[in-house]
């Protein structure tokens, strides 16, 4: 199995996935097309959404195709050489995954082999659940289940400012009342510019910032680049 998880499409400063060009390419390798997923989109149009991320690919030097214009979407994902998914909301994305009957299809491939690129929502929704997306959640998709390509729960765009004299929670309290009501389980913290790289057991951080991992009982550690996190694998 190979994953690509990021936590953003754009850093401050750059364009499209700027940071993450010598990561895909290097994933990807010899892929010539991919299919797209822009089932997060919901203020932007499908087309539009797919015309921007395609371009950005062809300059990469892969091709995109977009599930949603198949009129049988289930044969689309069958025959997919990699799979993307992009970010916006993660409630919607699994809603028309479950919609449409996708996400099993999706698991089997991805699990049979098939690269899979997922920023933010598209991150999200590779946990065993959605219930640590920072979304809100404008439509239920029947069940929180994603998934379920790696054991562990993501939270994309990860930081934990305060804002002075305001008095809402951080994102860190927000994540130790996941872990309150399901211990057990890793919360990976990922900022902006960071990636997860999943291949058969073997799970590295890319980009300069550190992960920051949630487990129930202990409090958070810091991970780098160079630090072994294969441990994050196992149930």
Known sequence: MKLLLLSNSYNYGQGLLDHAEDAIRDFLGTVKRALFVPYAVVSDSYDRRFETVSARFREFG?????????????????????????????????????????????????????????????????CPTIKTTNDMPIVFPGSFDALNLVPFQINPHYINYRIPGHQGETRDMRLEEFLALNPGVYVLGLREGSMLRVEGRRL?????????VFFAGGAPTEYSAEDDINFLLNP
């Open 204 to 212: 590295t951080l890319l980009g300069d910032k550190p992960l920051k």
């Open 62 to 126: 892969y091709e995109l195709d977009s599930i949603h214009l198949h009129s049988d979407p289930i044969e689309a994902i069958n025959r997919a050489e990699a799979i993307v998914t992009c970010g916006g909301n993660t409630f919607h994305l699994l809603y028309q995954l479950y919609k449409n009957n996708l996400l099993e299809p999706m698991r089997e491939v991805i699990k049979a082999g098939v690269p899979y690129i997922g920023w933010s929502a598209g991150a999200n929704i590779a």
